[in-house]
Protein backbone atom coordinates (compact mmCIF):
# COMPACT_ATOMS: atom_id res chain seq x y z
CA UNK A 1 0.00 0.00 0.00
CA UNK A 2 1.28 3.55 -0.96
CA UNK A 3 1.18 6.14 2.03
CA UNK A 4 1.51 9.73 1.06
CA UNK A 5 2.29 11.19 4.16
CA UNK A 6 4.45 8.38 5.68
CA UNK A 7 7.97 7.37 4.93
CA UNK A 8 8.31 3.37 5.63
CA UNK A 9 11.85 1.77 5.99
CA UNK A 10 12.12 -2.13 7.71
CA UNK A 11 14.98 -4.05 8.62
CA UNK A 12 15.46 -7.21 10.57
CA UNK A 13 12.25 -7.11 11.96
CA UNK A 14 11.80 -3.42 12.71
CA UNK A 15 9.60 -0.78 10.77
CA UNK A 16 10.84 2.69 10.66
CA UNK A 17 8.06 5.23 9.65
CA UNK A 18 8.86 8.67 9.34
CA UNK A 19 6.00 11.68 9.67
CA UNK A 20 6.88 13.19 6.37
CA UNK A 21 5.13 16.96 6.33
CA UNK A 22 8.09 18.83 7.42
CA UNK A 23 6.46 22.28 5.85
CA UNK A 24 4.11 21.56 8.12
CA UNK A 25 6.18 20.16 11.19
CA UNK A 26 4.65 17.14 10.30
CA UNK A 27 1.05 18.22 12.32
CA UNK A 28 -1.46 14.99 12.29
CA UNK A 29 -3.84 16.79 9.20
CA UNK A 30 -6.37 14.37 8.37
CA UNK A 31 -4.66 12.65 5.74
CA UNK A 32 -1.67 11.79 8.20
CA UNK A 33 -4.02 10.38 10.72
CA UNK A 34 -5.80 8.30 8.37
CA UNK A 35 -2.73 6.93 6.79
CA UNK A 36 -1.26 6.08 10.84
CA UNK A 37 -4.55 4.35 11.56
CA UNK A 38 -4.46 1.76 8.44
CA UNK A 39 -0.57 1.27 9.23
CA UNK A 40 -1.06 0.34 12.81
CA UNK A 41 -3.73 -2.02 11.80
CA UNK A 42 -1.49 -3.52 9.13
CA UNK A 43 1.49 -3.85 11.95
CA UNK A 44 -0.80 -5.60 14.34
CA UNK A 45 -1.58 -8.56 11.89
CA UNK A 46 1.93 -8.67 10.02
CA UNK A 47 4.21 -11.27 12.14
CA UNK A 48 7.47 -9.49 9.82
CA UNK A 49 7.24 -6.14 12.14
CA UNK A 50 8.48 -7.11 15.21
CA UNK A 51 9.49 -3.62 16.52
CA UNK A 52 8.05 0.16 15.52
CA UNK A 53 9.86 3.40 15.43
CA UNK A 54 7.99 6.33 15.29
CA UNK A 55 9.99 9.70 14.28
CA UNK A 56 9.60 12.88 12.10
CA UNK A 57 11.35 14.22 9.08
CA UNK A 58 12.76 17.69 9.12
CA UNK A 59 13.19 19.67 12.28
CA UNK A 60 9.82 18.47 14.10
CA UNK A 61 8.80 15.00 15.56
CA UNK A 62 4.98 16.26 15.27
CA UNK A 63 3.87 19.84 16.23
CA UNK A 64 0.56 18.02 16.70
CA UNK A 65 -3.31 19.82 15.49
CA UNK A 66 -2.68 21.76 12.55
CA UNK A 67 -4.14 24.96 14.48
CA UNK A 68 -4.27 26.75 10.88
CA UNK A 69 -6.75 24.21 9.90
CA UNK A 70 -9.05 24.40 13.24
CA UNK A 71 -11.96 27.37 12.31
CA UNK A 72 -12.22 26.08 8.82
CA UNK A 73 -15.34 24.27 8.11
CA UNK A 74 -16.23 20.95 8.27
CA UNK A 75 -16.62 21.00 4.10
CA UNK A 76 -13.45 22.57 3.86
CA UNK A 77 -11.05 19.84 2.84
CA UNK A 78 -8.20 21.30 5.09
CA UNK A 79 -10.50 21.07 8.32
CA UNK A 80 -9.22 19.61 11.52
CA UNK A 81 -10.05 16.38 12.19
CA UNK A 82 -12.10 17.28 15.04
CA UNK A 83 -14.53 19.24 12.25
CA UNK A 84 -14.26 16.66 9.65
CA UNK A 85 -14.39 13.07 10.12
CA UNK A 86 -12.34 10.05 9.04
CA UNK A 87 -14.03 8.03 6.26
CA UNK A 88 -10.17 7.27 3.82
CA UNK A 89 -9.08 3.90 6.29
CA UNK A 90 -9.19 0.67 4.28
CA UNK A 91 -9.27 -1.52 7.51
CA UNK A 92 -12.07 0.77 9.15
CA UNK A 93 -15.57 -1.89 9.87
CA UNK A 94 -18.90 -1.07 9.58
CA UNK A 95 -19.05 -0.97 13.55
CA UNK A 96 -15.86 1.33 13.21
CA UNK A 97 -17.69 4.07 10.41
CA UNK A 98 -20.46 4.37 13.04
CA UNK A 99 -18.17 5.09 15.93
CA UNK A 100 -16.74 7.99 17.76
CA UNK A 101 -13.16 6.59 16.95
CA UNK A 102 -13.34 7.52 13.45
CA UNK A 103 -13.79 11.32 13.97
CA UNK A 104 -10.38 12.23 15.30
CA UNK A 105 -6.74 11.24 16.26
CA UNK A 106 -8.40 9.24 18.68
CA UNK A 107 -8.60 6.24 16.32
CA UNK A 108 -4.67 6.42 16.41
CA UNK A 109 -3.91 6.66 20.07
CA UNK A 110 -5.95 3.85 21.12
CA UNK A 111 -4.68 1.62 18.22
CA UNK A 112 -0.89 2.93 19.33
CA UNK A 113 -2.23 1.96 23.06
CA UNK A 114 -3.43 -1.60 22.02
CA UNK A 115 -0.81 -2.80 19.76
CA UNK A 116 1.27 -6.03 21.04
CA UNK A 117 4.29 -4.78 19.88
CA UNK A 118 7.13 -2.63 21.27
CA UNK A 119 7.44 0.93 20.17
CA UNK A 120 10.00 3.31 20.23
CA UNK A 121 9.83 7.37 19.52
CA UNK A 122 12.56 8.85 17.91
CA UNK A 123 12.15 12.01 18.55
CA UNK A 124 14.12 14.31 16.91
CA UNK A 125 12.44 17.62 17.22
CA UNK A 126 9.74 19.60 18.77
CA UNK A 127 6.83 17.16 20.00
CA UNK A 128 3.83 19.53 20.84
CA UNK A 129 0.53 19.28 21.58
CA UNK A 130 -1.17 15.45 19.77
CA UNK A 131 2.45 15.24 18.68
CA UNK A 132 3.79 15.10 22.15
CA UNK A 133 0.79 12.83 23.19
CA UNK A 134 1.88 9.94 20.51
CA UNK A 135 5.07 10.14 21.80
CA UNK A 136 3.85 9.61 25.23
CA UNK A 137 2.12 6.56 24.04
CA UNK A 138 5.20 4.68 22.81
CA UNK A 139 6.42 2.38 25.32
CA UNK A 140 10.38 4.19 25.26
CA UNK A 141 11.21 7.27 24.14
CA UNK A 142 15.03 8.64 22.81
CA UNK A 143 15.29 12.10 22.25
CA UNK A 144 17.72 14.16 19.80
CA UNK A 145 19.34 16.85 22.08
CA UNK A 146 17.41 19.27 19.78
CA UNK A 147 14.50 17.52 20.59
CA UNK A 148 11.39 19.48 22.75
CA UNK A 149 8.06 18.67 24.70
CA UNK A 150 5.24 21.04 24.59
CA UNK A 151 1.60 20.08 26.08
CA UNK A 152 -0.08 23.19 23.94
CA UNK A 153 -3.49 22.87 24.19
CA UNK A 154 -4.29 25.35 26.72
CA UNK A 155 -2.70 27.68 24.43
CA UNK A 156 -5.65 27.67 21.94
CA UNK A 157 -8.22 26.83 24.91
CA UNK A 158 -8.39 23.20 24.69
CA UNK A 159 -7.57 19.97 27.35
CA UNK A 160 -4.67 17.42 26.41
CA UNK A 161 -7.32 15.05 25.29
CA UNK A 162 -5.08 13.13 22.55
CA UNK A 163 -4.10 10.88 25.96
CA UNK A 164 -1.90 13.84 27.94
CA UNK A 165 -3.98 13.98 30.40
CA UNK A 166 -3.44 10.44 31.01
CA UNK A 167 0.16 9.24 30.09
CA UNK A 168 1.93 12.19 31.77
CA UNK A 169 1.83 12.27 35.63
CA UNK A 170 1.86 8.54 35.10
CA UNK A 171 5.47 9.52 33.88
CA UNK A 172 6.50 12.52 35.14
CA UNK A 173 4.33 12.69 38.63
CA UNK A 174 1.06 14.94 38.99
CA UNK A 175 2.77 18.07 40.00
CA UNK A 176 5.25 18.46 36.60
CA UNK A 177 1.93 17.40 34.95
CA UNK A 178 0.21 19.73 35.87
CA UNK A 179 2.57 22.68 34.96
CA UNK A 180 3.28 21.03 31.76
CA UNK A 181 -0.18 20.90 31.43
CA UNK A 182 -1.41 24.13 32.84
CA UNK A 183 1.18 26.89 31.14
CA UNK A 184 1.95 24.83 27.56
CA UNK A 185 5.79 25.38 28.49
CA UNK A 186 8.62 23.56 26.59
CA UNK A 187 10.76 21.42 28.37
CA UNK A 188 14.06 20.69 26.04
CA UNK A 189 15.37 17.28 26.27
CA UNK A 190 17.73 17.34 28.79
CA UNK A 191 14.53 18.43 31.30
CA UNK A 192 12.76 15.88 29.86
CA UNK A 193 15.77 13.44 30.43
CA UNK A 194 15.78 14.56 34.15
CA UNK A 195 12.31 14.52 35.02
CA UNK A 196 11.45 10.81 33.41
CA UNK A 197 9.74 12.06 30.10
CA UNK A 198 12.33 10.66 27.53
CA UNK A 199 14.65 7.45 28.37
CA UNK A 200 17.38 9.00 27.21
CA UNK A 201 19.08 12.03 25.07
CA UNK A 202 21.24 11.32 21.98
CA UNK A 203 23.18 14.14 20.17
CA UNK A 204 20.96 14.52 16.52
CA UNK A 205 23.41 12.51 14.35
CA UNK A 206 22.96 9.24 16.85
CA UNK A 207 19.32 9.63 17.09
CA UNK A 208 18.20 7.06 14.35
CA UNK A 209 21.28 4.67 15.21
CA UNK A 210 20.38 4.32 19.00
CA UNK A 211 16.81 4.10 18.01
CA UNK A 212 17.86 1.34 15.84
CA UNK A 213 20.14 -0.68 17.84
CA UNK A 214 17.63 -1.48 20.82
CA UNK A 215 14.79 -1.90 18.60
CA UNK A 216 16.90 -4.33 16.75
CA UNK A 217 17.74 -5.83 19.96
CA UNK A 218 13.79 -6.23 21.06
CA UNK A 219 13.33 -7.75 17.55
CA UNK A 220 15.23 -10.45 18.51
CA UNK A 221 13.43 -10.99 21.80
CA UNK A 222 10.56 -13.62 22.56
CA UNK A 223 7.65 -11.62 20.73
CA UNK A 224 4.41 -13.46 23.41
CA UNK A 225 6.77 -12.37 26.42
CA UNK A 226 6.98 -8.72 25.40
CA UNK A 227 3.37 -9.04 24.70
CA UNK A 228 2.76 -9.91 28.02
CA UNK A 229 4.58 -7.67 29.50
CA UNK A 230 3.45 -4.76 27.80
CA UNK A 231 -0.53 -6.01 28.83
CA UNK A 232 0.47 -7.02 32.42
CA UNK A 233 2.09 -3.88 33.27
CA UNK A 234 -0.88 -1.30 32.14
CA UNK A 235 -3.38 -3.98 33.79
CA UNK A 236 -1.50 -3.72 36.93
CA UNK A 237 -2.12 0.02 37.31
CA UNK A 238 -5.76 -0.87 38.31
CA UNK A 239 -5.35 -3.77 40.53
CA UNK A 240 -3.93 -4.49 44.38
CA UNK A 241 -0.74 -6.75 44.39
CA UNK A 242 -2.19 -9.84 45.25
CA UNK A 243 -4.44 -9.29 42.41
CA UNK A 244 -1.66 -8.21 39.88
CA UNK A 245 0.04 -11.51 41.08
CA UNK A 246 -2.27 -13.67 40.41
CA UNK A 247 -3.01 -12.00 36.63
CA UNK A 248 1.29 -12.66 36.62
CA UNK A 249 1.03 -16.34 37.54
CA UNK A 250 -1.71 -16.95 34.91
CA UNK A 251 0.74 -15.01 32.13
CA UNK A 252 3.71 -17.62 33.24
CA UNK A 253 1.29 -20.22 33.12
CA UNK A 254 1.11 -19.97 29.21
CA UNK A 255 4.38 -18.45 28.80
CA UNK A 256 6.12 -21.72 30.47
CA UNK A 257 3.91 -23.62 27.10
CA UNK A 258 5.67 -21.77 24.34
CA UNK A 259 8.20 -22.99 22.24
CA UNK A 260 10.16 -19.69 22.41
CA UNK A 261 10.67 -21.29 26.18
CA UNK A 262 11.61 -24.10 25.07
CA UNK A 263 14.02 -22.60 22.74
CA UNK A 264 15.89 -20.64 25.78
CA UNK A 265 16.13 -23.45 28.06
CA UNK A 266 17.52 -25.18 25.37
CA UNK A 267 19.91 -22.28 23.89
CA UNK A 268 20.80 -22.07 27.34
CA UNK A 269 22.35 -25.15 27.99
CA UNK A 270 23.50 -25.22 24.62
CA UNK A 271 25.30 -21.96 25.46
CA UNK A 272 23.72 -20.47 21.93
CA UNK A 273 22.01 -17.31 21.29
CA UNK A 274 18.20 -18.26 21.33
CA UNK A 275 15.92 -17.69 17.68
CA UNK A 276 12.78 -16.70 18.99
CA UNK A 277 9.80 -17.42 16.67
CA UNK A 278 7.26 -16.07 18.38
CA UNK A 279 5.20 -19.80 19.36
Known sequence: MEFKNLLLAQEDGVLVVTLNRPEITNALVLEMIEELATLIDLIRVD???????????GKAFSAGGNVKSMGDSPEDDRAHPLRRPLWNIPTLTPADRLGKDRLTGMRVMKALYALDKPIIAAVNGVAAGAGMDMALACDIRIASEHASFRQAYVRVGLIPFDGGMYWLPRLVGPGRAAEMMLTGDPVDAATAERIGLVNRVVPPEQLLPAAMELAKRLANGAPIAQQMIKHMTRQAQTLSFPAALDLFYQAVDVLFTTEDHAEAVQAF???????FKGR
Not at 269 to 274: A, K, V, Y
Open 47 to 57: PSVRVLVLTGS
Open 269 to 275: QDRRPPS
